[in-house]
């Protein structure tokens, strides 16, 4: 073993507490909402009430009034442009009309909380009420409200449709004879799926802390994702320069994909800027619920064909998803639904056809998994329908018709290492499978299984890292840890590149002035690609080691080895004890030769697309999205046929990580993912009555407890070596998400023989379902 290698094993696939976890434990972590500054003053926000209406006016004068207001704000004192990842179209506040009921209005900065809400709804604004289009079909319909009337000059990174009213996005992807395969199979299955919003629930809502200094310039600390994506939208949204603007990522306290675009950021700034004070913005649940994001609902017709002997041949997907007010994410989601159309088989045949649709609801975004859930639960349930037909066993069915490695994904990437039949292997013996199961009287046992893929890599990222004078190490990069664990695996990596232990890399806190680029906290990336860089960093920073090294022990490089511990010795026969520790060589460098030791690495995907093997429209993105993982569960549930409940019993869910630099970490992802796809397929719904939010509370809006979830969900990690990665990693945050919905699905069909095409399958919709059967 060489002494890399050696090295590596040293730090990786051990499960040391996360850096965090004492902190956390003992109730002494910040987070945004906790932080004070002398002086600050507390914001409030004043929603519209309206799905749709155009602003006539704003009255402010009683608010300003009130004793303790300092400042309001409307879309007048808004100073910059649009924001938005793939399309300009939204600004700070609501500017010229409201689109959605909740959209922030104007905002207030006061001595106190209650003095700035109760001077918010002292503001009065002046609406032409309009007609709203809250739904995709009202939406689409002739003659129906246009929500963006200027949606031709807006700035935008992807191919959009022209003159087509609400239609904000719209994408194709074609393989093989697309449709015109379907005449070699001998059962085609058609079917409509419907998916439902999903809220975030994170424990944490929206907070944001903001003060300007005496130099003009802003630090800002809120509960985000990526502080460079906040720093880019308060500089586009407001028109001040990067360099003026200072981001920072103090705790966080869950995020989903909801804080990975901008939040309260912007008017927090606007509030702090024109009171010349510090100013702290935290959401209550309920606004956070009406005004931020969700996962996207959305119909989905699939049509899948088959030859007899179960071999799948030819697949399509249509999509409709709902957008809500803004662009947000929603064109880069309604791509990722279509990338993941065909699902985790070898299908020579598909057509997938996507639209993301303007209607008058909170902005639908980016939430862990990404489009993949959407189109998971729809072509993973159908897959059973194909096997029912055929008489051909589930699991058997998937593993005759698995991707395997070297073979070419939807778009024309290459597929460099792949777990698929393993993993379906794996779940289908923890299980027990084909073990009939048994239930009381009016209850019903089965088992569903589902299959998933999804991406690691994406986008760019880099790292530093810098010798300290004791021959400890610092690392810093962007990548914001939201609770998965990541400052721990990345300093697992850290230490494992320079022979260490963990407790000699201190992780520093991310921080615009001083780290260095990253794009964000989601697309299960962080392991991979910022590992990526965090590596090359690190072996920058071994190379310096060794070089000192060498002339310190009078020998070549060749001939020394990393020691644990942070000692660099003489490896050579007869052998010879001599060595000098990190110290020594920091003090050589600092002192004496050569400057300080620093490291810096970066790194950024590029597969692009193979335009021979797959035609595409509309799609943005694909070259920096690659590394694909896979994974298969298998779920037991038990049906009530009285009140028509699902109760999950049991889950296996194997899923393959590359290599688990933190197996506690992976386990722990593994579980919760699965429970909030859990969610996802049982009970999680976000419901509008005329564009008004009916459940904005944890009281109304129901989400997995401790008494809803199986006392086992057994984690079962693969580990197949990803060659492109210099520690074989993959990601693992999104895909125990994936496969609960469908999984579910499948087992209810399983223990009832009733095909529910619509989530969550909550006891009403269940019950009228095996009403209906008969």
Avoid at 63 to 77: C, H, I, Q, R, S
Wanted: charged letters at 20%; hydrophobic letters at 40%; glycine letters at 10%.
């Amino acid at each position: 073993m060489s002494d890399i290698e050696s090295a590596t094993e040293s730090a990786i696939g051990k499960s040391p507490p996360r850096l965090e976890a004492a902190e956390k434990a003992a109730g002494t972590a910040i987070y945004s909402g906790d932080m004070e500054l002398p002086g600050m003053l507390h914001a409030a926000l004043l929603t519209s009430p309206y799905s749709h209406a155009r602003i006539l006016s704003y009255d402010v004068s009683a608010a300003l009034a009130l004793p303790g207001v300092k400042a309001v704000v409307t879309a007048e004192d808004i100073s910059g442009g649009y924001i938005g990842l793939v399309c300009k179209d939204e600004k700070a506040l609501a500017h010229g009309k409201v689109r959605y009921i909740g959209e922030p209005v104007a905002a207030v900065a006061a001595r106190d909380e209650a003095t700035a809400r109760l001077a918010a709804r002292l503001i009065e604004v002046e609406y032409e009420e309009l007609p709203a289009a809250t739904t995709v079909e009202q939406a689409m319909a002739e003659g129906a409200p246009v929500l963006h009337e200027d949606f031709a000059d807006y700035t935008k990174i992807y191919q959009a449709p022209e003159n087509e009213g609400n239609l904000l996005a719209r994408a194709e992807a074609v393989m093989g004879r697309g449709v015109d395969g379907f005449d070699e199979a001998d059962v085609i299955v058609e079917g409509t799926y419907e998916v439902g919003a999903q809220y975030h629930a994170y424990m944490e809502p929206v907070s944001v802390l903001a003060a300007f200094g005496p130099d003009g310039r802003v630090t800002v600390w809120s509960s985000t994702q990526s502080i460079f994506r906040t720093q880019a939208n308060i500089h586009e949204g407001l028109g001040i320069p990067m360099g003026k603007i200072r981001c920072v990522a103090p705790r966080i306290g869950g995020g989903f994909g909801a804080k990975a675009e901008a939040s309260g950021q912007l008017v927090t700034v606007m509030l702090a800027k024109k009171a010349g004070m510090p100013v702290r913005l935290v959401l209550t649940r309920d606004e956070d619920m009406t005004s931020m994001r969700a996962r996207h609902p959305g119909t989905l017709r699939v049509k899948t064909g088959a030859k007899a002997d179960g071999t799948l041949v030819a697949r399509e997907m249509e999509v409709w998803l709902d957008a809500g007010a803004y662009a947000d994410d929603s064109p880069a989601v309604m791509n990722l639904v279509l990338f993941y159309a065909r699902g985790s088989y070898s299908i020579p045949h598909v057509r997938a056809l996507g639209h993301a649709v303007y209607t008058n609801k909170l902005r639908l975004g980016a939430f862990r998994g990404f489009g993949n859930p959407q189109a998971s639960f729809a072509a993973e349930s159908q897959l059973d329908e194909i096997a029912e037909k055929l008489g051909i066993d589930p699991i058997e069915l998937r593993i005759k018709n698995a991707i395997k490695a070297g073979e070419q994904w939807l778009g024309g990437q290459r597929i460099t290492s792949c777990a698929l039949v393993e993993s379906l292997e794996k779940v289908r013996d923890a299980s027990d499978w084909t073990r009939r199961r048994e239930a009381a009287p009016g209850r019903k046992r089965g088992l569903g299984v589902a299959a998933m893929t999804h991406t690691s890599a994406f986008l760019s990222s880099g790292a530093i890292v810098r010798l300290q004078g004791d021959g400890s190490i610092i690392l810093n990069v962007g990548a914001v840890d939201i609770g998965q664990g990541s400052d721990t695996a990345l300093s697992q990596m850290c230490a494992a590149a320079l022979g260490l232990d963990i407790e000699q890399v201190s992780f520093a806190t991310p921080d615009t002035d001083s780290a260095p680029y990253n794009y964000g906290t989601n697309a299960s990336r962080v392991t991979y690609t910022v590992g990526q860089a965090v590596h090359r960093a690190a072996m920058q920073v071994r190379a310096q080691l060794l070089e000192h090294a060498a002339a310190m022990l009078e020998c070549s490089e060749g001939q020394l080895e990393l020691r644990p511990g942070g000692r660099i010795g003489v490896d050579v026969e007869p052998p010879r004890n001599a060595e000098v520790s990190f110290a020594d060589i920091a003090g050589r460098s600092l002192w004496a030769v050569g400057g300080p030791i620093t490291g810096s690495g970066s790194y950024i995907p590029n597969d692009p697309p193979d335009p021979e093997h797959t035609k595409m429209t509309g799609f943005l993105g694909l070259d920096a999205l690659s590394v694909l993982t896979f994974g298969a569960q298998v779920v037991e549930v038990e049906v009530d046929e009285v009140t028509g409940a699902v109760e999950v019993i049991e889950a296996w869910c194997a899923h393959d990580v590359g290599r688990a630099i933190n197996p506690g970490a992976v386990e722990s992802q593994i579980h919760g993912g699965f429970v909030q796809g859990q969610g996802y397929a049982l009970c999680e719904e976000m419901l509008w009555e005329d564009g008004r939010l009916v459940n904005p509370s944890f009281m109304d809006y129901k989400f997995p407890g401790t008494l809803d979830t199986p006392d086992k969900i057994h984690a079962i990690i693969l580990e197949t070596p990803e060659k492109s990665h210099p520690f074989h990693v993959k990601g693992v945050g999104e895909p125990p998400l994936v496969g609960a919905a469908p999984a579910i699905n499948n087992a209810l069909s399983a223990a009832t023989g009733l095909r529910l095409k619509q989530i969550p399958l909550t006891p009403e919709r269940v019950l009228r379902g095996l009403l209906e059967k008969g």
